[in-house]
């Protein structure tokens, strides 16, 4: 009886919930800290919020600069199972955009990320982006509507815009025009807050 009432105390303490309540960002230069200072970008922001207000979660950021849905389609297997997480952020497809690839391709990475990780228990979060209209508007507008088309037949959270009051802002940019900068951190964490939060409840 002691010995079961000990393993229920241990299975319930903070330190066993957060080793099995993650959060799993998988996603680009937006997500890596490109050209930031070291612990400025929007997933550290995040971590802080969650130690602060959701002290069993923990974020588990894999995201690399330039990274493809193709990159991150192929890594994704291993870090759910590394990671067992509960929850998945996927912020990919911007760089397939830029570099002109077709985009069947990237609608088919994007959905078999989510697939699978749905398929291991982790509930989705797509966050959305948009490329620049010199791109030609057809292009444009097809690469958008991937990620509410993948959200509605999959069945999971869109953020539609992740750069939304960023992406018209050129004092939120670092010198590249490219990246945002220190400033637009916090306002990219609270586009995709209310998306998240929800996710986070049992």
């Known amino acids: 009886m002691v010995f079961t009432v000990f393993c229920m105390a241990l299975l319930n303490s903070p330190t066993v ?4 309540s993650k959060v799993l960002i998988v996603g680009d230069s937006l997500s890596a800290e490109y050209g930031l200072p070291r612990g400025t970008g929007w997933v550290k922001l995040l971590e802080d919020r969650l130690k602060k207000d959701h002290t069993s ?3 588990v ?7 493809t849905t193709a990159g991150g389609q192929t890594r994704l297997p ?5 990671h067992q997480p509960k929850v998945v952020v996927i912020e990919l497809g911007a760089n397939d955009a ?3 690839l077709q985009l069947p391709a990237t609608e088919q990475n994007l959905r078999k990320m989510i697939q699978a990780s749905k398929q291991s228990g982790a509930k989705v979060l797509l966050l959305g982006m948009r490329i620049p209209p010199n791109y030609g508007q057809d292009y444009t507008n097809k690469f958008f509507g991937i990620y509410g088309k993948l959200a509605s037949a999959e069945q999971v959270e869109l953020l539609p815009f992740f750069l939304e009051r960023v992406a018209t802002r050129m004092d939120l940019f670092q010198a590249d025009r490219i990246h945002p900068n220190v400033m637009a951190q916090s306002i990219m964490l609270e586009n995709v807050w209310p998306k998240l939060e929800p996710l986070l409840k049992p």
């Open 98 to 100: 830029l570099r002109g």
């Open 61 to 67: 950021n894999a995201s690399i600069s330039g990274e």
């Open 17 to 20: 919930m957060a080793q099995s």
């Open 78 to 82: 291993l870090l759910l199972k590394t």
């Open 57 to 59: 979660w923990q974020v």
